[in-house]
């Protein structure tokens, strides 16, 4: 069942956006904090320009997202080497290695 869209609008770090989305409000209202709260890191003072500060931002969030897609990554690599570990341990167990 598609989901229903909604107008909504978000301030981050003064500026007002309007967007029509499928995203739950308080989802979205998550995601507006956590780039705010990026945005305050990047220029802790509010002096540099709003586009330099919001790319700045946005290499931030990407830089974690990959750090994070990377890690998951070797923890699911790291998984599948204990399950084989385990597969071929249950099939000696069983005679069957």
Known sequence: MPRSVNETTLTIR???????????????????????????????????????????????????LLEEKQRSRRDREDLARRLQHLHEMLDEALGGG
């Open 14 to 64: 003064g500026s007002t956006i309007q967007l029509r989305t499928d995203m739950d409000d308080t989802d979205l209202a998550k995601l507006a904090g956590y780039v705010d709260q990026k945005i305050r890191e990047m220029d802790p003072k509010g002096t540099l320009p709003q586009n330099k500060v919001a790319l700045l931002a946005s290499l931030s969030i990407a830089s974690e």
